[in-house]
């Protein structure tokens, strides 16, 4: 079975210093994995993805995630901190396989709350 | 049009009601999700359209809760009998959905804010 598990309900951050979002996976074919962001009050915006190629992607904002087969993780990540970026992250994977049929559909992380402190 | 389009984009009703959102999607985006957001939680998966497949309807909590797609277009969710529980945001999703080309990014609308007093 597919899923995505994001382990901590929160993450508190002070303002400058580098900040990680975790996130774990499992899929059956090949990992397609996702970062999403909702600010407050807001839909959902997209903020990088893992499809192939380098493990490490970076993506919207500074962010950036480095793909770990062996961890099967997709850690999100930000050297620098900001105050502007306390909002909640989704993490999601599907399987892109192209015979994935209705594995195709995504998977959701129950997301994590980010507070960066000033 | 340019984004996903949802509306009504707030909506107040008794218990009682039935109400009707509405989602326009990207144009030429072959699947749409619907998902419900209560306050301060995650994404709950309600139902996932692809193309002329057969809708997965696996996350609609209850015989209350029914959508629509007409081919690629707009999509309708309709909560007959609405109850307090169902107060949440209701957002919708577009993506491609095209094996060899899709990367698999959703493009989300704004939501519709459902309030049931």
């Known amino acids: 079975a597919q899923s995505v598990a994001q382990p901590e309900d929160q993450v508190n951050v002070a303002e400058g210093n580098p900040l990680t979002v975790k996130c774990t996976y499992s899929?059956?074919?090949?990992?397609?994995l996702f970062w999403y962001v909702q600010y407050p009050n807001r839909g959902l915006q997209f903020l990088l993805k893992?499809?192939?190629?380098d493990n490490l992607v970076k993506g919207s904002y500074g962010f950036e995630a480095e793909f770990n087969k062996s961890q099967t993780s997709f850690h999100l990540k930000k050297p620098s901190a900001l105050v502007s970026d306390s909002a909640l992250y989704f993490c999601?994977?599907?399987?892109?396989?192209?015979?994935?049929?209705?594995?195709?559909?995504?998977?959701w992380g129950l997301g994590t709350s980010l507070a960066v402190n000033p | 049009g340019a984004g996903v389009s949802q509306s009504p984009s707030n909506k107040v009703t008794e218990k009682g009601k039935d109400v009707e959102l509405r989602c326009d999607p990207i144009?030429?985006?072959?699947?749409l999700y619907w998902y419900r957001q209560r306050l301060g939680q995650g994404l709950e998966f309600l139902i996932y359209?692809?193309?002329?497949?057969?809708?997965?309807k696996s996350g609609l909590p209850s015989d209350r809760f029914s959508a629509e797609r007409t081919g690629e277009s707009v999509s309708t969710l309709t909560i007959q009998r609405t109850q307090q529980e169902d107060s949440a945001v209701y957002l919708c999703?577009?993506?491609?959905?095209?094996?060899?080309?899709?990367?698999?990014?959703?493009?989300f609308g704004e939501g519709s804010r459902l309030t049931v007093l």
């Open positions: 999703a577009s993506s491609l959905a095209d094996a060899r080309k899709d990367t698999g990014e959703l493009f």
């Open positions: 144009s030429g985006h072959t699947a």
């Open positions: 359209f692809q193309g002329n497949s057969a809708p997965d």
């Open positions: 899929v059956s074919g090949n990992p397609y």
């Open positions: 893992y499809i192939t190629g």
């Open positions: 999601a994977v599907r399987d892109g396989s192209v015979n994935a049929g209705n594995n195709r559909k995504l998977i």
